[in-house]
């Protein structure tokens, strides 16, 4: 009988990760099809023959040099940008609900997007800056300064009280404050600078946001993601608690270091290429944990690949409910990620209970 | 004005109220006595809000918005002494209708006494106007406590179907300067006639839209200024003009993706875009540049600085009108 055991666990293995492949593979599917709704839907309605010239190549004809501008200049660009935008900021949350052991923990709690926020309001108002590509670094550079800062009172904060994650979390929610307060200044003061930054502020893949804002910032997306696989392993670790992680021979600083700068390449990539998209980050980790469970060895790429779905399919939807005019992106999550987080909070507190 | 602060400003307004409300309550006893006491020589006006008396000399001006409350202001050479903030002319890509004029008047004292959507009902006491001049819908939440402050009369805005002209006429009858707003009228009559003259026959055979432009996509709205002074010299709407004319209240707003499908059929446009960056971005826009207007050159380029107004922003829109029309 001894020898049933492994054969068992094996199997069980085995079987698990078949299952993990189909998911992968379901979900893969569900991205060619956000794709491809990506591409063919939208508020201009085009004839398919219109849409397959246009994208051989333009014959001269108004209609088909219009399918192919539409195609070419709008829908894939926004589509590729959302692909990458869905999945920095579906992964980024994972990271952040893994690291902070809260499963509300949100990539804003880092402060990354308020400081990304501030970076761009002061660039529209100090240096007159007003488009998307002209923000991109600024964006980036103050999410990446605004991470850095929560960081470092998180950690001081934890090495005088005790090292748990709510020491971040805490520092995350105060730095987030501020900076919202010192941008609302600067906009209070300069209503031109508002008219230009609710633009940016409301996330969206709209025109502006394009393969060129997406391309400078591409690498950090990769170099982000591959951490973020590549931290899988001690993702779970401290999911079993700080005490556990360390028995198990993991270094909790440097663990954490390298998580909080996957997510600050991961959400400052993302909000610099599309603005603030908000709840991502915090709803996609949770479907997909019904589909993965807790392990962070497939969560991760699922969340990826699911985050890229439901940003697209937001796009293509904010496209047609208010046709001939668009939803922004970020608008269409808000509206529909706000039940979705009730739901889930319901959920936890029945679970408790 | 952007959403968000159309959104953001009842919010704004209750707090700045509660804020100085103790205040203001205080000054309601001297300053209501001060009304009472030119009652006697001024005029009773019948305003949306009841019956103000406007003293028979007035001293001093506050308008509240800066759009069409201070151009028919200083279009009737009105003494403005407060102002909201407005955006720098030399920050904006196009000198706005207004710079002169607002020049003029900071010449003659007027300041700059809070920001822009911001009323400080303690900044407008300080000055002690005698007379305060706003748009309906700023006035209307605060009405109470800027009355205790000094006489108010409201204008409106493009998006309540009450023109400037008559506007204009309401203010300077309360104002005693009926002469200067007959005269004001006349003479964008006669500009309106004299370019509907001198092209009648590009008017009548070029469709033509005004346009706002943005990253959103585009909007075309009837009332808005730079819209009434295409229709007032008899322009021929695009189809998505005149549709807009049946959807006053609101206008058409389409994504980026509609951009040529919408305007192709127009032969000339006036597009409204606030930047320099935005306006390359508008003509890199593969769609625009497909557009028969584009292609022909016949686009005249605005800001939003033309949508509303009065009678200073209505004549420098009759400028671009001609631009346009004498492109042709």
Redesign the interface.
């Known amino acids: 009988m001894t020898p049933a055991a492994p054969v068992t666990t094996a199997t069980t293995t085995s079987t698990a990760t078949r299952r993990q492949v189909r998911w992968l593979l379901a979900t893969g599917a569900a991205l060619l099809v956000a794709v491809a709704l990506g591409l063919l839907v939208?508020?201009?309605g085009l004839s398919p023959v219109d849409l397959v010239q246009g994208l051989l190549g333009s014959d001269g004809s108004?209609a088909v040099?219009?399918a192919?501008?539409?195609l070419l200049?709008?829908?894939l660009p926004r589509t590729i940008v959302g692909i990458a935008a869905g999945a920095a900021l579906a992964v980024a949350g994972a990271l952040m609900q893994g690291h902070t052991r809260n499963p509300l923990a949100d990539p804003g709690l880092l402060g990354v997007g308020a400081g990304a926020a501030l970076a761009v309001v002061l660039a529209i108002s100090v240096l007159?800056?007003?488009?998307?590509i002209?923000y991109l670094w600024f964006a980036f550079g103050g999410a990446a300064i605004a991470a850095a800062i929560v960081t470092a009172f998180g950690l001081l904060g934890a090495g005088r009280r005790d090292s748990s994650p709510a020491t971040l979390v805490l520092a995350g929610a105060a730095v987030t404050a501020f900076l919202g307060a010192i941008t609302g200044i600067v906009l209070?003061?300069d209503?031109?600078t508002?008219?230009?930054y609710?633009?940016w502020n409301v996330g969206?893949l709209?025109?502006?946001r394009d393969l060129d804002v997406l391309l400078p910032i591409l690498p950090f997306l990769v170099i982000g993601l591959i951490i973020a696989f590549g931290h899988a392993s001690t993702l779970d670790a401290l999911a079993l608690g700080d005490d556990m992680a360390r028995a198990m021979g993991r270094r909790l600083a440097p663990a954490r270091l390298t998580g909080l700068l996957a997510v600050t390449l991961l959400v400052g990539g993302a909000v610099a290429a599309s603005g603030s998209i908000g709840f991502v980050g915090l709803i996609v980790p949770h479907l997909v944990r019904h589909i993965t469970g807790p392990g962070h060895r497939w969560l991760l790429p699922q969340c990826a690949i699911v985050g890229a779905v439901l940003v697209v399919l937001a796009d293509v939807l904010g496209?047609v409910i208010v046709?001939?005019?668009?939803l922004?992106v970020g608008v269409v999550l808000g509206v529909v990620g706000a039940p979705v987080f009730l739901v889930l909070v319901m959920r936890m507190r029945g679970s408790r209970a | 004005m952007p959403k968000s602060a159309a959104f953001a400003r009842p919010h704004r307004t209750l707090f700045v109220t509660a804020a100085v409300a103790t205040f203001a309550l205080a000054l309601t006893g001297c300053s209501a006595a001060g009304a009472d006491d030119t009652a006697a020589e001024g005029r009773t006006v019948s305003t949306e809000f009841g019956d103000v008396v406007i003293p028979a000399t007035i001293d001093s001006v506050v308008v509240l918005e800066g759009r069409r409350d201070l151009d028919i202001a200083l279009a009737l050479d009105l003494p403005v002494v407060g102002i909201p903030t407005m955006d720098n002319a030399e920050d904006r890509a196009i000198e706005p209708p207004l710079a002169a004029a607002i020049a003029a008047a900071e010449d003659n004292g007027a300041e700059e006494i809070f920001l822009e959507d911001e009323v400080n009902l303690e900044a407008i006491a300080e000055v002690a106007p005698s007379l305060i001049l706003s748009r309906n819908s700023d006035i209307e939440p605060i009405f109470d406590e800027l009355s205790a402050i000094a006489p108010v009369l409201s204008v409106h805005s493009h998006g309540d179907m009450v023109s400037w002209q008559d506007d204009l006429l309401f203010v300077a009858e309360a104002t005693g300067t009926e002469d200067t707003a007959a005269d004001i009228i006349a003479e964008y009559d006669a500009r309106v006639a004299e370019i509907a003259d001198t092209y009648a026959e590009q008017i009548a055979a070029t469709p033509v839209a005004a346009v706002v432009y943005n990253d959103e996509g585009t909007s075309v709205q009837s009332t808005r200024l730079m819209s009434a002074a295409l229709f007032a010299v008899g322009a021929l709407p695009s189809e998505i003009f005149a549709a807009s004319s049946e959807l006053v209240d609101e206008g058409i707003e389409s994504s980026p993706e509609q951009t040529f499908d919408i305007f192709d059929d127009a032969g000339a446009l006036i597009v409204s875009v606030e930047t320099d960056e935005a306006w390359a971005g508008l003509e890199d826009d593969q769609l625009w540049a497909q557009l028969p207007a584009v292609q022909a050159g016949n686009v005249v380029r605005t800001d939003k600085m033309t949508n509303e107004g009065g009678p200073i922003t209505a004549m420098a829109a009759l400028e671009l009108v001609e631009q346009l029309y004498a492109g042709l």
């Open positions: 939208g508020s201009r108004a040099s219009e192919r501008a539409i200049d709008l829908r007159g800056l007003t488009t998307p002209g209070l003061l209503t031109a508002l008219d230009l609710r633009f969206s709209s025109s502006g496209r046709a001939p005019a668009e922004p």
